[in-house]
């Protein structure tokens, strides 16, 4: 066999052209692309039926016990104004008998200065008459207020003047003008008084010169 021969039946394979280095170093260096979307949601947790259930639980007994409580005081509330009601329900017709009596008052002081005894009668039938009501009143709760020589007390004495004295201490009722009344402890009128103060200091005499 010929040297040409043999050449043609075995051919050299070539080498195949190297790859540079750096293409496989930029491929790895390529950062993913980032996404438009949203991120992703986090895990979320499986919701314990027991757990829902205690705190539904828990959140209908409060209601509970609030409404109760409202409840127990409304009808406390309800039942003080039922009671209040009855109490003061005769409070107008209270407040229009007292002139009434005023003036039964005032017929007794005119007919006690009269001499003779037809005045005398009269007096005693007015007095009877005024003695009746007064009861009557006091039954329904009228109480009246006794402020003469009492410290005057602004809840329920109404000062229309003051005036000096030595006698009744200062800031106390001197004189009684109008009497006042209460409905148990509910004023109605309060009582017309003169209030007592301290008379001021008398003035010394100025003192003569000696040798004038």
Known sequence: MSRKHADKKSPETAPAPA???EAGTKAQAVAPEKSDGPPPAPPVEPIDPLKAANSKAA???DRFLRATADFENYKKRAARERQEAVAYANVGLLQKLLPVLDNFEMALAAAGNAPDAAAQS??????????QLRGALTEAGLEEIDAAGKPFDPNCHEAVAQQDSTETPEGHVLQ???KGYKLRDRLLRPASVIV?????PASEPTATPSGA
């Open 122 to 131: 009269l007096q005693a039938g007015v007095a009877m008459i005024a003695s």
């Open 176 to 178: 009684q003008l109008r």
């Open 196 to 200: 007592a103060r301290k008379p001021p």
């Open 19 to 21: 790859q540079p280095a």
């Open 59 to 61: 959140e209908n007994w």
